[in-house]
């Protein structure tokens, strides 16, 4: 394998944020290496999310990735919530515009582009750790990374951290150049994926008064559930027996509805957290998606800030090498960020509506089904939720909204 020693863009991590980007860059002739300190299995096998924006299908379609989605994904045109016994959809494009969302998971996402662009791509090495990034202040950054046993130099223009919250590459940017945002929560997530097919059409938010519990789905035969537990909570606690149980009980089933049933095939907890690292560039050094934020997953977020942070970076990086405009480089972070600060709002907005604390108070959750019960009785107060959770808000000069 010959390595390049020089490109224009160094892409660090090859989640969903990094790939995109490479598939952007490529198909307008921009010279880019992708670097990934895992090897791809572990990569394709990563659960995440799996509700996909039309913002984030657009980007997909346009970036020749959407073959298997068009086949596969799932679009849906609402969601429904449940809180102290009634049941309420939420219409999207009654509600925002026309616009919909789609069931698709990530890792599927993250599979397509990869075979893409081993396929037809940019140079992309698993197993390749980066151990420095060098000259974000300087002319050109060199990047040092190990890939099969041997230490390797990349210089490049720009280096792109997509390498998450554990990530090295916002590590080279200087502690006082940047503010840190964070909030705890109280609790996590025990997702599971189930080979039963959901018995719903839609996804399900429930808040009750024993925990938070979220119906979703992969495909007609494979159920995607998640269930609020502790901090500190062990996947070993929870038997298949109480999983299914508990997962009935927060979601209301009676004598006329209840979850089908079957094989649990994945079971683990996840952490809950609000992060923002600003700004999202520094000299040469440009972070995306969740090396540069972080949502809890209530709403589900996450892979579609990541996406508009790349489709916003690409379109600056192809201007500079067309025009030689730095302009919208220079905005990348503001520009990213009013996108950023309303998924926090609204992440931690439907984390902390739909959850109940531990030891919360009567009062705190009567606030909550009240709050509740103004998006199920007001047009206005569902269309708010409806454009946020379909990415449909308006964030810069008139784009998406
Ligand atoms: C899924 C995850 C979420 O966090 C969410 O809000 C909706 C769906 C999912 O994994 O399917």
Not at 100 to 122: C, M, P
Not at 234 to 248: K, N, V
Not at 351 to 361: E, F, I, V
Request: net charge negative.
């Amino acid at each position: 394998m010959n390595h390049p020693v020089r490109t224009r863009v160094a892409v660090v991590g090859a989640g969903p944020a990094g790939l995109l980007l490479a598939r952007l860059l490529h198909l307008s002739g921009i010279d880019c290496v992708v670097l990934e300190s895992r090897d791809r299995a572990y990569v394709e096998q990563r659960q995440r999310a799996g509700i996909l924006e039309q913002g984030t299908v657009d980007t997909l379609r346009r970036a020749g990735a959407a073959a298997r989605l068009e086949q596969q994904g799932m679009p849906h045109d609402g969601i429904e919530l449940r809180f102290g016994g009634n049941r309420h959809r939420i219409d999207f494009p009654a509600l925002a515009d026309g616009c919909r969302v789609w069931v698709y998971a990530q890792t599927e996402v993250v599979k397509d582009l990869i075979a893409l662009q081993l396929e037809d791509g940019a140079p992309l090495y698993f197993d390749a750790p980066v151990h420095a990034v060098q000259g974000a202040d300087t002319d050109t950054c060199v990047v040092h990374y190990t890939h099969e046993g041997q230490t390797r130099a990349l210089s490049c223009d720009y280096v792109i951290g997509c390498d998450g919250f554990h990530g090295i590459v916002r590590r080279a940017v200087p502690a006082q150049a940047t503010q840190v945002h964070e909030r705890t929560y109280p609790y996590s997530w025990l997702g599971i994926l189930a080979d039963a097919p959901p018995a719903y059409e839609e996804l399900i938010y429930a808040h009750s008064e024993r925990g938070f519990a979220l119906a979703s789905m992969r495909s007609p035969s494979v159920s995607r559930l998640y269930l609020q537990v502790p901090n500190g909570e062990h996947p070993a606690a929870w038997s298949e027996r109480r999983i299914w149980d508990e997962l009935d009980l927060r979601l209301g089933a009676d004598t006329t509805w209840r979850l089908n049933r079957g094989p649990i095939t994945a079971k683990s907890v996840l952490p809950m957290r609000s992060w923002v690292t600003e700004p999202m560039r520094h000299g040469r050094i440009l972070l995306a998606g969740d090396a540069a934020h972080i949502v809890p997953p209530t709403g589900a977020k996450g892979l579609n800030l990541a996406t508009s942070d790349v489709t916003v970076l690409a379109e600056a990086l192809i201007r500079l090498y067309d025009s030689g405009s730095a302009e919208l480089l220079d905005a990348y972070s503001d520009t990213c960020l009013r996108r950023v600060w309303r998924a926090e709002h609204f992440s931690y907005f439907m984390t902390t509506t739909l959850h109940t604390a531990p030891g919360q108070s009567s009062f705190d959750t009567r606030l909550q089904l009240s709050q509740l019960d103004r998006i199920a009785t007001s047009p206005h107060a569902a269309s708010e939720l409806a454009a946020n959770y379909t990415g449909t808000v308006p964030h810069d000069s008139g784009r998406n909204s």
